[in-house]
């Protein structure tokens, strides 16, 4: 898979990352840590060597089956990971980013993002220079090799980025919701900041696999997803049916034209999760599908059968 350089930095990521929120098994369920270990490892087969994780999935279970999955193959990796809107005062970024070492198996993290903005969660307001300052120090150190920033505004970002580097940014973005291109796009296309898009596939909507009437466990936090209630649901269904034969042409499925379209945009990746291998392997043959400028305009005008209809709130979940 063709690697793209990260921001400024000389980081490179591919264009499919790996997601690994489920690893963590918090909010999600029947996962199990095998079957983690095994699709990350199978990720990496397939060509798909940058993988994101969170301290918050499962309280670092996520970084840890990360670890056990690729630590042998460490420097054909690369690690993104994030600390959490509670732990954004100077001591606290510091000795979050030493968790996540230790349970990373590793001595360096080549992206680290500020996973939600200071206050997110009911969490203490914390000034971005101070997070920020510790994070310089970080990277100073090697420990980081860049900073990121993950559901924040343009007015948040351009803050931060007042204070030190900022190289990537991680939306919800997907064919489906797309309230970044409004927001923060044009800004991170002018100063190269990458787009790191997570739900890239509305968290499984864009698969196809769900049709109308469907009911999620309640803890799973799918239940909540604004995307799979009501009308928006049903004009999902519409836009899936119209997607269907172009991914026909392509042969290929939903999810892989979703991600094709996706990493077309502009500074755009995608963070694909995957509960299983194949579905790792899938993920990573939508890196080769190329979409001539008529069918992105059509997928485009698609997805906005959704998306014309959404309010402005960035939250995905009710």
Same mark, same amino acid.
Not at 29 to 47: H, L, N, Q, W
Not at 131 to 141: V, Y
């Given at each position: 898979?063709?690697?793209?350089?990260?921001?400024?930095?000389? /980081?490179?990521?591919?264009?499919?990352?790996?997601?690994?929120?489920?690893?963590?098994?918090?909010?999600?369920?029947?996962?199990?840590? /095998?079957?983690?270990?095994?699709?990350?490892?199978?990720?990496?087969?397939?060509?798909?060597?940058?993988?994101?994780?969170? @301290?918050?999935?499962?309280?670092?279970?996520?970084?840890?089956?990360?670890?056990?999955?690729?630590?042998?193959?460490?420097?054909?990796?690369?690690?993104?990971?994030?600390?959490?809107?509670?732990?954004?005062?100077?001591?606290?970024?510091?000795?979050?980013?030493?968790?996540?070492?230790?349970?990373?198996?590793?001595?360096?993290?080549?992206?680290?993002?500020?996973?939600?903005?200071?206050?997110?969660?009911?969490?203490?307001?914390?000034?971005?220079?101070?997070?920020?300052?510790?994070?310089?120090?970080?990277?100073?150190?090697?420990?980081?090799?860049?900073?990121?920033?993950?559901?924040?505004?343009?007015?948040?970002?351009?803050?931060?980025?007042?204070?030190?580097?900022?190289?990537?940014?991680?939306?919800?973005?997907?064919?489906?919701?797309?309230?970044?291109?409004?927001?923060?796009?044009?800004?991170?296309?002018?100063?190269?900041?990458?787009?790191?898009?997570?739900?890239?596939?509305?968290?499984?909507?864009?698969?196809?696999?769900?049709?109308?009437?469907?009911?999620?466990?309640? @803890?799973?936090?799918?239940?909540?997803?604004?995307?799979?209630?009501?009308?928006?649901?049903?004009?999902?269904?519409?836009?899936?049916?119209?997607?269907?034969?172009?991914?026909? /042409?392509?042969?290929?499925?939903?999810?892989?034209?979703?991600?094709?379209?996706?990493?077309?945009?502009?500074?755009?990746?995608?963070?694909?999760?995957?509960?299983?291998?194949?579905?790792?392997?899938?993920?990573?043959?939508?890196?080769?599908?190329?979409?001539?400028?008529?069918?992105?305009?059509?997928?485009?005008?698609?997805?906005?059968? /959704?998306?014309?209809?959404?309010?402005?709130?960035?939250?995905?979940?009710?």
């Amino acid at each position: 898979m063709e690697k793209r350089l990260l921001g400024t930095t000389e /980081v490179q990521i591919t264009p499919i990352l790996m997601g690994t929120w489920q690893a963590g098994k918090r909010m999600w369920v029947g996962i199990e840590d /095998v079957d983690s270990i095994k699709t990350i490892r199978a990720a990496y087969e397939a060509g798909i060597t940058t993988i994101d994780t969170a @301290e918050v999935y499962g309280e670092g279970h996520s970084e840890r089956i990360v670890a056990e999955a690729l630590s042998d193959v460490r420097t054909r990796v690369e690690y993104a990971t994030k600390v959490f809107a509670n732990h954004l005062k100077y001591q606290q970024v510091i000795e979050a980013c030493n968790r996540s070492l230790t349970n990373l198996k590793t001595d360096y993290i080549d992206l680290y993002q500020i996973h939600w903005p200071s206050g997110a969660f009911n969490s203490e307001i914390v000034p971005i220079e101070e997070t920020m300052s510790a994070l310089n120090l970080l990277k100073e150190q090697g420990k980081i090799r860049a900073i990121g920033v993950s559901n924040f505004s343009y007015a948040q970002l351009a803050q931060a980025a007042s204070y030190g580097r900022i190289d990537s940014l991680q939306p919800p973005y997907s064919l489906f919701w797309r309230q970044v291109e409004q927001d923060a796009l044009p800004y991170c296309i002018e100063n190269n900041i990458s787009i790191l898009a997570y739900s890239p596939l509305a968290q499984g909507l864009l698969t196809g696999k769900f049709a109308l009437g469907h009911k999620f466990n309640p @803890e799973d936090n799918r239940a909540k997803n604004k995307l799979f209630q009501g009308e928006n649901f049903e004009r999902a269904q519409q836009a899936l049916q119209k997607l269907r034969p172009i991914a026909l /042409v392509h042969n290929c499925t939903l999810a892989q034209l979703a991600l094709a379209w996706l990493i077309a945009q502009p500074q755009t990746n995608a963070i694909a999760g995957a509960r299983y291998p194949e579905q790792a392997r899938d993920n990573a043959l939508a890196s080769q599908i190329k979409l001539s400028a008529a069918q992105l305009a059509e997928i485009d005008a698609i997805g906005r059968i /959704v998306t014309d209809y959404l309010d402005n709130s960035p939250i995905m979940w009710d």
